[in-house]
């Protein structure tokens, strides 16, 4: 079954039932699978890009229940202050600033263009910001269309949006985990006008909470839809449920080491030549644990991201900050050739 898998991946054939199968299959079967798919479709490098995450707020007014980092410490940067930490991942040779943080009803289409134009006139640097889930409020509060704040958003300098917000893309899971958020439907069509404006952007899934494995596979399906629709999506970031000061911690204590790895192989094959690239969050899940996962499928290992206060609340033990000659290190520790890129994967 597993070599038939192999080709059918590449073909794009893969369904549904086949990705449910492979989640009981030989494991160690599957992840030669994937990691032979992996050499196949994008070879033995190993991306990474050189970034920081600005987190403007930890006050928000949607409260999902997964959340660690609402009014974790309680603040709001001002403009002056973002652009201060810019300066700090530009004094590093930082391409990425990944831009977002808690949403709150004066956060206006007009206040993150006013932000975005404050920050493009003076750095050149790619801001990688937002969610569909900020995209739809600050739509709501600034009374127009979804469509029109990410024309507005991308002519202040917006380069390309954030794949988060999507947890978990099934509405029984989502009314659980994060009733205060959008839709599948609304996820899928914010993503989708991004798409058409020109605004790459990646996708993403927060496994290891309330979802079954079959939830997870709807979710992937979803997104190879869009995909082989638009081809709007850079990669995949799969992202492991934290249980660390949160609510929904309470009831889950998140993946295990197998689902962990096991999401990034099925990931590979059902996205096959849909989605080359395949997301490591380090931050997550952890260095040894990643270097694994880079076995199992997965060929980017994210970015060294200078401050992930959202990660670090909800418990993750390997710091907030890589930099370059540790990504490089970790990646000549697996055999693989490291390759810094861009938020677009072109090479530095």
């Not at 059918?8 to 030989?26: C, F, M, P, Q, Y």
């Not at 707020?57 to 201060?84: A, K, N, P, Q, W």
């Not at 709150?104 to 910001?129: G, N, Q, R, W």
């Not at 911690?249 to 999401?263: F, H, N, P, T, Y």
Request: aromatic share 6%; net charge negative.
């Amino acid at each position: 079954m597993i070599e038939d898998i192999y080709e059918r991946s590449l073909a794009g054939e893969i369904t549904k039932e086949d990705a449910l199968k492979l989640v009981d299959s030989n494991p160690f079967q599957l992840f030669d699978t994937a990691d032979r798919l992996r050499q196949e479709l994008v070879g033995d490098e190993v991306t990474f890009v050189a970034n920081k995450a600005i987190d403007i707020t930890d006050h928000c007014m949607i409260g999902c229940t997964f959340c660690s980092f609402r009014d974790h410490v309680g603040y709001e940067m001002t403009t002056e202050e973002v652009l201060e930490s810019i300066k700090e991942a530009k004094e590093i040779n930082a391409t990425e600033i990944c831009l977002f943080g808690g949403i709150m009803p004066h956060m206006t289409v007009d206040y993150y263009c006013d932000l975005i134009s404050a920050i493009k006139s003076e750095y050149d640097i790619c801001l990688h910001a937002l969610s569909p889930v900020e995209i739809y409020q600050t739509a709501k509060s600034s009374e127009m269309s979804t469509y029109d704040a990410l024309k507005a958003l991308k002519k202040a300098g917006m380069d390309t949006m954030t794949g988060a917000s999507a947890e978990i893309l099934v509405d029984s899971v989502r009314e659980q985990i994060c009733p205060k958020k959008v839709t599948t439907d609304e996820w899928v069509n914010i993503i989708k006008e991004a798409h058409s404006l020109g605004i790459p952007t990646t996708s993403t899934i927060m496994y290891g909470s309330v979802e079954t494995w079959e939830d997870r596979i709807d979710h992937m399906m979803i997104l190879r839809d869009i995909q082989r629709e638009t081809g709007g999506f850079t990669e995949l970031v799969p992202m492991t449920f934290l249980n660390q000061n949160n609510e929904l911690g309470q009831i889950s204590e998140g993946a295990s080491g197998m689902e962990d790895l096991k999401v990034h192989a099925i990931a590979r094959i059902l996205f096959g030549r849909d989605m080359p690239n395949i997301q490591v969050s380090w931050i997550k899940m952890g260095i040894r644990a990643s270097q694994i996962a880079l076995n199992c499928g997965a060929n980017d290992l994210g970015g060294t991201m200078m401050e992930d206060k959202i990660s670090i609340a909800a418990g993750a033990s390997d710091g907030d900050y890589l930099p370059r000659e540790r990504m490089i290190e970790i990646i000549e520790d697996i055999g693989r050739i490291p390759v810094e890129r861009t938020t677009t994967y072109e090479r530095v």
